[in-house]
């Protein structure tokens, strides 16, 4: 095996570019972060008489450490590390690991000094990842800001923009870059882009098993192989998980498969990679703090649960035209499905005039009627239910989208004025149809808040219409071009420029009506300027301009009017337009290493500001509780500052991070919620200044690895996170959802070389805490555990999980 080099998990480590920075991942898991390529110098001038001499000799040739610029799986359209004129987030495989998780948001928390992950959905493996107050979400009618691609492949949904991170096969992640102020990665890359690059046999050789339980249930396994023949090279990964949860009927079920088969000669590499999911989770969402307060493992309203399942091939190719000109192409095909199941309060209830029908809704005071609750037949349904049940509906929603897309980009070093210079041009085409469907079954709640089925479902229902069935197919197409260039004013000084137009096109087609039917339109050029500054070999300044937008979704367009209020990700009822959202992003700061006594020690320091213009919000209708609309806001302003020292030696690998993200709303409006200080009419008034809720202002991170002896090594982390508004509290009236802090502790021992023991503590001193907090409507449902009396409380919250001990055996060949 060739030599093996140290490294870090961060690419502030690497910053001092070398040979020591890269190394492709073998079993024992050392891994590079970003991936290094070797540079030709200049061709030098012939002389006169002389012949000129466009290859140098192999030993001038020298590595540099290449951040992504697009998102294509392979380096050779990355830029020199040193020359991105925004900040500098990226972890490897290393880093990964040593989580001991299977979920990407653990390590992507711990790593990148800005982001924060709360559970929405009430399940660890669909978490809400926030980076700089722009989130990417699993949960549908979250706004989303942030793009995620896997090797060049684009995975926000298509239906919502929706990322579900439990489909990414975490064992096979080669790196994961956090990429900012950079619109080559198109659409809803408002605050940035996840760019996750996968293993290959290329770069991962050898064989690991890693065998991991402990508390709740949990049994995990994941084994990975990766062999090189000749010009050939072989990659898989295979994942198993069952956790049962903290919290009542939360389980989950993860089965990940991936693998890749690739070719490479002299300089051209080709891939062909493919992927399996097949997962199933107890999402147990939000519960009242009144129910939490009993029990800490509590639940709301039940059943909750998704089964999500993935199939996608991808076709990846680099050639090298020229020894100036690359050309890197890809083209993929993925299928998703997903199914959830929903248990809620319901809007039917015995009419008043007449308790054997059942009516929706409540009496409408300019009508004086009450709206009636109609079968799927459009007949008004018969009260089939006894005097004083507790009624709920479970509500059912279908999304399967078969997506297919190519990307086509050539990138050129050839000097420019006798000057360095760095020039990508490319394009991509993106197309997605969908097919969502939704049904809701009345049924009786029972005391412990789970409901049962009647086989009664609900049509059309509701004055205006705001429930019923839903059968809608929607179409996607994403086109766009980009280009973008980094040129050497001197050895120094290196200026970005560029940009990228986008144009999405979305069709609405109703299957049961017209309502839903529409096409809309977006289009945008967004651009870039940007430059880096070597003040000395160890410190380089940086600071840059950019724009992005993201297009409404289908499934906020499908519920965008506010006298036509639906059930938020279910229940479509019809189609306005909104306006696209457009962020423009400021950045600068300072990075750099030096070598100290103690291990190198690498640094940065910098700020940022996005501004989004015509942003959108899930609004709660105030007429018609736990129904609600989409609506464009305004403008609202994300701006902040990161700082992040790491050190690195021998036997001590340390970090720690603060980050400080202040998110406001700059214009005023009046916005429906369940907010306890809301008007008569249930509307917050937002004022310009007033915080946007969810984002913890103040980050700190910190942890660190201690070798004890070659065999036997402790670390832990430290995490804590400050108070944040409630979501629906945009007016910031009630009080705060608290800070939190949270420690964990992990070690490892080395029996040989083949077989390691290792385990963990999360959350050690048992902290309860929560990540998420709402409000909820009081009177939607009864408190059993109360007599029946209605909740007094308004507040909803995620509940963090309490003191969980793991252990495992990891053997590597």
């Not at 000799?57 to 020359?83: E, F, I, N």
């Not at 809803?188 to 991962?204: P, T």
Request: glycine content about 10%.
């Amino acid at each position: 095996m060739g030599a093996r080099f140290l490294l870090i998990g961060t690419v502030s480590i690497c910053l001092i570019c070398g040979s020591e920075c890269a190394q492709a991942q073998s079993a024992t898991g050392t891994t590079e972060v970003l991936p290094a390529i070797e540079v030709s110098p200049p061709p030098t001038a012939a002389k006169p008489g002389q012949a000129r001499n466009p290859r140098p000799v192999a030993q001038h040739l020298r590595r540099v450490l290449v951040y992504p610029t697009a998102p294509t799986p392979t380096a050779g359209s990355g830029m020199d590390v040193d020359k991105v004129p925004a900040g500098i987030n990226a972890l490897g495989a290393a880093q990964i690991a040593r989580t001991g998780s299977l979920n990407i948001a653990d390590a992507l928390q711990q790593q990148v000094p800005g982001v924060v992950v709360n559970e929405v959905s009430g399940n660890p493996f669909q978490p809400n990842i926030e980076f700089r107050g722009f989130v990417a979400s699993p949960v549908a009618g979250t706004p989303q800001g942030l793009a995620v691609y896997q090797n060049g492949m684009r995975v926000n949904e298509a239906f919502g923009d929706t990322v579900n991170w439990d489909l990414i096969p975490t064992a096979a992640i080669r790196s994961v870059t956090v990429v900012t102020n950079n619109p080559a990665f198109g659409l809803n890359a408002l605050g940035g882009a996840v760019n996750v690059l996968m293993k290959d046999g290329f770069n991962y050789k050898g064989a690991e098993i890693d065998t991991m339980g402990g508390s709740f249930g949990r049994i995990q396994s994941s084994a990975q192989w990766g062999k090189q023949i000749d010009n050939f090279a072989v990659y898989g990964a295979l994942e198993g998980l069952h956790d049962g949860g903290f919290r009542n009927f939360s389980p989950s079920d993860v089965r990940r498969f991936y693998g890749d088969v690739g070719y490479r000669h002299e300089g051209n590499e080709f891939h062909v990679n493919m992927g399996v999911a097949d997962n199933k989770f107890g999402a147990s969402a939000t519960v009242p703090v009144e129910l939490l307060q009993q029990y800490w493992g509590a639940t709301y309203t039940t059943p909750q649960t998704t089964a999500n399942r993935v199939g996608y091939l991808n076709f990846t190719g680099k050639v090298e035209a020229t020894p100036t000109w690359t050309i890197e192409a890809s083209a993929h095909v993925r299928a998703f499905e997903q199914k959830a199941v929903d248990g809620n309060p319901t809007g039917a209830q015995p009419c008043d005039a007449d308790a054997t029908l059942l009516c929706f809704g409540d009496v409408n005071p300019l009508t004086g009627l009450q709206p009636a609750a109609n079968g799927l037949n459009g007949v008004q349904l018969a009260n089939p239910f006894p005097t004083g049940a507790a009624l709920g509906e479970i509500d059912r929603t279908q999304t399967r989208s078969v997506s297919t897309g190519a990307t086509l980009q050539a990138t050129n070093t050839e000097q420019l004025f006798g000057h360095n210079n760095h020039f990508m041009v490319g394009g991509s085409f993106d197309s997605s149809v969908t097919r969502f469907s939704a049904s809701a079954e009345l049924g009786t709640m029972a005391p412990n808040l789970v409901i049962s089925g009647s086989g009664i479902f609900l049509g059309q229902s509701g004055d205006p219409i705001s429930i019923g069935p839903v059968a809608l197919r929607t179409t996607n197409r994403y086109s766009g071009l980009y280009a973008l260039d980094t040129f050497d004013v001197t050895d120094k000084f290196s200026i970005t420029g560029g940009g990228r137009f986008n144009l999405a096109q979305i069709e609405l087609e109703d299957q049961i009506g017209s309502a839903l039917n529409g096409s809309e339109t977006f289009k945008r050029f967004n651009p870039v300027i940007g430059g880096t500054y070597k003040i000395t070999p160890e410190l380089t300044a940086y600071a840059g301009y950019s724009e992005a937008n993201r297009a409404p979704t289908p499934l906020e367009l499908g519920c965008a009017d506010p006298a036509r209020p639906c059930v938020v990700a279910a229940f479509l009822v019809s189609d306005p337009p909104l306006k696209q959202v457009v962020s423009r992003t400021i950045e600068a700061g300072l990075r750099g290493t030096k070598e100290l006594n103690i291990g190198t020690l690498s640094w940065k320091f910098g700020g940022f500001r996005a501004t989004n213009t015509d942003d959108i919000l899930a609004i709660p209708s105030p007429q018609l509780q736990g129904f609600g609309y989409f609506q464009n806001v305004g403008a609202t302003r994300r701006q902040g500052i990161e700082a992040e020292v790491k050190v690195k030696s021998a036997a001590l690998q340390f970090y720690a991070s603060y980050a400080f993200i202040d998110a406001r709303f700059l214009d005023a409006l009046q916005v429906g919620s369940n907010s306890p200080f809301a008007d008569e009419n249930g509307n917050v008034q937002i004022l310009p200044g007033n915080q946007v809720p969810a984002i913890p202002r103040h980050r700190v991170k910190a942890g660190f690895d201690y070798a004890i002896t070659d065999a036997f090594k402790v670390g832990a982390d430290f995490a804590f996170y400050g108070d944040q508004y409630f979501v629906g509290d945009d007016s910031n009236q009630a009080p705060k959802l608290t800070s939190y802090t949270v420690t964990n502790v992990h070690a490892s021992y080395q029996i040989n070389k083949t077989f390691q023991i290792y385990g963990r503590i999360d959350n050690l001193f048992d902290n309860r805490y929560s990540t998420y907090g709402r409000f909820f409507d009081t009177g939607d449902v009864p408190n059993f555990t109360n007599g029946g009396a209605p909740f007094t409380d308004a507040r909803t919250v995620s509940p963090a999980r309490p003191r969980a001990l793991y252990a495992g055996l990891r053997a590597t060949f």
